[in-house]
């Protein structure tokens, strides 16, 4: 997930810091509330099984990650629907991938604004002192279960019960593996997916250490051709490094890591068959009350290549 060098520091300072200031006024830590046994174990761990030989999908929709720039996806699925347009195929990496997946599942649009709407930052940050002192930080700042329960309430049971094939891209830490996740618990698979290194504890899964796909494949149009997908229609709302603002030494540093993402994205994009990229440009942090603007870019920029998108589906 991507924002500028220089709010996406400020952005993360302020998460943390609203969070623990919110533990410490009630006096103690939020109790950490997990996922029941019985919903972690309903399918199996998250996954990759290769489609069988010859396996064809005629078209993929592939979409970014983006942090809240992943709202302009919504946009994007409004003119999907309105058009009667639909994929037989979804890949999505980190904001993508929580989009992607709702949409698969057979929720429309629609449904997932609404439940977009619920999103807060106690929800995306369990932030806990307490657990911090008594347990330490791991592998990640906050543990992610309010996320992962978060999914749970609108993805029920395993991927492969979805109306559309899906697959939800994440990196394998120790080994710098691109791990598309097509079968298994779908809500660990995008949590894995979403699980931004450092800040969000990753997910173990079938012997492997999970974490953000945007560290690998932050576009993964590589993922849906290796799924059998004969045309991509690519969704991109990655943070460019020509909007960046570089104004001291933190800065320079988050640039070329923004940078070095970026060579990543022209290198999948130069795969796809079509590229959409929604005009996101702000100067201010991107959090969750810019959501509303930001799908409206979504939706203009799939309605300005509305004829584009009619041909593409009929040709493919």
């Known amino acids: 997930m991507t924002e500028p060098p220089d709010t996406r520091r400020r952005s993360m300072l302020t998460w943390l810091a609203a969070a623990t200031a919110a533990q410490m006024v009630g006096a103690c830590a939020v109790p950490e509330r997990r ?3 019985d919903a972690a174990s309903s399918s199996a761990e998250p996954g990759w099984v290769a489609p069988p030989d010859g396996a064809r999908h005629r078209v993929a929709l592939v979409l970014s990650g983006g942090a809240a720039r992943g709202f302009a996806h919504l946009g994007v699925l409004r003119v999907l629907e309105r058009e009667g347009l639909r994929p037989d195929l979804v890949v999505g990496t980190s904001a993508g991938a929580i989009v992607g997946a709702m949409w698969a599942s057979g929720m429309p649009a629609a449904e997932i604004e609404r439940a977009a709407a619920q999103l807060d930052w106690t929800t995306l940050f369990d932030f806990d002192p307490v ?3 008594l347990g330490g930080l791991g592998l990640g700042l906050v543990p992610g279960v309010r996320l992962e329960q978060f999914l749970r309430q609108h993805l029920h049971g395993p991927i492969e019960h979805f109306r559309l094939p899906f697959a939800a891209v994440a990196a394998d830490m120790e080994s710098g593996d691109v791990v598309p996740l ?20 990753p997910v173990r899964a079938r012997g492997r250490l999970l974490a953000d796909g945007q560290v690998v494949s932050p576009l993964p ?10 045309r991509v229609l690519a969704v991109d709302v990655v943070y460019p490094p020509q909007h960046s603002e570089m104004s001291n030494p933190v800065s320079m540093l988050f640039q070329s890591l923004i940078i070095s993402e970026w060579r ?31 799908i409206e870019a979504g939706e203009t920029a799939a309605s300005s290549r509305v004829d584009e998108l009619r041909s593409f589906f009929v040709e493919a």
């Open 35 to 37: 996922v029941s046994a």
């Open 131 to 133: 657990r911090m002192v």
């Open 182 to 201: 097509n079968s298994g618990d779908a809500a660990s698979a995008v949590r894995a997916s979403c699980a931004i290194p450092g800040i969000y504890a």
């Open 221 to 230: 149009v590589l993922t849906a051709r290796r799924l059998g997908a004969v």
């Open 264 to 294: 990543q994205v022209l290198a999948e994009r130069a795969i796809a068959d079509l590229v959409i990229a929604p005009q996101i440009r702000t100067s201010s942090q991107l959090g969750l009350s810019s959501r509303d603007w930001v």
